[in-house]
């Protein structure tokens, strides 16, 4: 069946009569409402797994700006958790897992996780959402396995990936291991979030930038590809489920990222959206792909910004407006305001004289 | 006339015996020599301003691994400061600039500074390693204009690039006359380097790979193109000065970083580097771009990714081996070792080879 909003068109690359938008970390610290529930939530992974608030948290953004999609608020950390690994966020610091998988016997203490136990509170948060929701279709979403390596790996946040990028080249059967397991859970928690009421799914793959082309191939884009395989696609109303592949930093890839599955590929900011579109021609659709910082910019340039972006993209669907990477904490919810409400006007007039 | 050494002449694509190697940051803390010095220099910026042990510095890797070029040893901020602004290292925080570039008031107080004065201590550090290196060639540098102006306008070092983005989209002018201001020093400093016997200058664009593509071309490829034009491109030995540029993350830009006037394109491992031989043809040579992690590997490891990018380069000159980034402090000089050496091995074979 077809879908009817116009974020889920665009992602399958049917008709559209303007093009839609959401912002990548549109639930987030930029919002003094968000900022208020992260503080009666205490602990940030409480704000994760506690479904009145995250799905608080989750309709926040679509309350201020007519948004054209939710995205679950969670983090990507959560399965690694449920695969029994043991996480902490410190304040500053960010996230922590006291236990980092090196050998073979740490690989062997991970669990598959089911997520209907394991992570049953993400898939009521999803369950209300999309009971709350009504015709605004709802994002899930998880690390790709490679980006979630990095966090097991270096036991936290990393600069350098010294840990994980010495087992690569020293031992990537071990690491191969690693991503195994984690394309299984992955695809189940994905499917689960499909079950649920996740309309589309996103696999960010925020790490995929520091590898060299032959290593991104085979340990980052492979594993995705595995997932994106084992997905139903198909979800519980009869509708596809597109799948969004977002690759910070890989854009000299996009040919053969457009071959692993996916229907939408998610672009950074350092890639001219025309010149992708060029690239992949109409085998996938594009989401993206405005510099953040354009939202540090006055109202007039950040028409302008949105009004070029708009236009340079030559096809009268496959567009899915988004920022090149996600909302920063110090962003004015005023000036998003702004660049949603441009996109809706500039991408009507686009419609029209298309038509 | 034509140069001698071995990495002048591969600048330059003239036939070479073999494929030279220099490492970015070859100079610095992974050697315990260079933290001896270091502590006993005191504060950063006394060592980089001390002829005696910068010189020593300088040459300390050339004392342990038979690397085929030297690198000043200095900081890209030395140009701001000699221009007038307040510049301090403070442990564990970096460069700060107590009186960041916001306002024209701000750039009016700029001044272009002669290096013969306000840096005639980096300039005697010059001299000196020239009569010291004999036939080893010395290479001299800066920060891109770019690079400077985001530590000038953000006070420092900066993940997110807040004001200096906000004054590139609200006041593109204001940002101008920071980079003009910024052309006409660097090209000085330059080559006042190039008199007092650097024989190839380096420009590196470590912040290049945050801008979106028209912004990189406008500001950050335009400045570093007049600069090379205002360069002096004959040394005082009657020899072409080859001019390297390194513009980290900004490999989709290729083509057009070809025709700025550089003699050399500096590539940092997301890179494929027969593809972008096969992008940029005999037009300039490349310098790179092994990642730089691949030291964290086995000596076994380390000589068959050797082997294989040396392998992977089709032409008999134009390719001087470096890594993708900089060595880091954490790197074993015993494989840095490994690594100098495998390059001279294996780029040996294969020039018999091609013969």
Tied chains: 1, 2.
Excluded at 80 to 97: D, H, N, R, T, W
Excluded at 102 to 112: A, N
Excluded at 172 to 197: E, F, T, W
Aim: charged share 20%; hydrophobic share 40%; with cysteine.
């Amino acid at each position: 069946m077809e879908p009817k909003s116009t974020f889920l068109r665009a992602c399958l690359r049917l008709p559209v009569e303007r093009t839609p938008i959401w912002l990548m970390r549109q639930a987030g610290r930029y919002l003094p409402e968000y900022r208020d529930i992260r503080s009666e939530a205490g602990d940030f992974l409480n704000l994760c797994y506690n479904p009145k608030l995250a799905t608080e948290v989750t309709l926040q953004p679509l309350r201020r700006f007519p948004l054209d999609a939710a995205i679950l608020f969670s983090d990507i950390l959560v399965i690694p958790q449920a695969m029994g690994m043991s996480l902490k966020f410190s304040v500053g610091e960010g996230p922590i897992f006291s236990n980092p998988i090196r050998t073979i016997k740490d690989i062997e203490e991970l669990e598959v996780p089911n997520p209907e136990e394991k992570l049953a509170p993400v898939l009521e948060i999803v369950t209300q959402l999309r009971k709350i929701l009504g015709e605004t279709p709802l994002i899930g979403f998880s690390g790709s396995p490679w980006t979630l390596a990095t966090y097991m790996v270096e036991g936290g946040s990393s600069k350098k990936f010294h840990q994980i990028k010495a087992m690569m080249y020293n031992n990537p059967m071990l690491l191969n291991q690693i991503l195994d397991i984690l394309v299984i859970s992955v695809a189940k928690y994905l499917n689960a979030q499909i079950r649920h009421g996740a309309q589309a799914v996103q696999i960010f793959d925020t790490w995929g930038g520091v590898l060299a082309p032959e290593q991104f191939r085979e340990f980052s884009l492979k594993p995705v590809a595995e997932i994106i395989k084992r997905l139903d696609r198909i979800g519980p109303d009869k509708v596809r489920v597109p799948v969004i592949f977002f690759a910070k930093g890989c854009g000299y890839m996009l040919e053969e990222m457009a071959e692993i599955g996916c229907d939408v590929l998610g672009l950074d900011w350092t890639t001219n959206l025309a010149k992708a579109h060029q690239r992949v021609g109409h085998r996938v659709a594009l989401q993206g792909n405005l510099d953040p910082s354009v939202l540090y910019a006055s109202p007039e340039v950040i028409q302008r910004e949105v009004f070029e972006l708009l236009n340079s993209y030559p096809s009268p669907t496959g567009h899915i407006f988004n920022l090149g990477h996600g909302l920063e904490p110090d962003m004015d919810p005023e000036r998003v305001s702004i660049l949603v409400e441009a996109v809706h006007q500039a991408s009507s007039l686009k419609g029209k004289s298309i038509k």
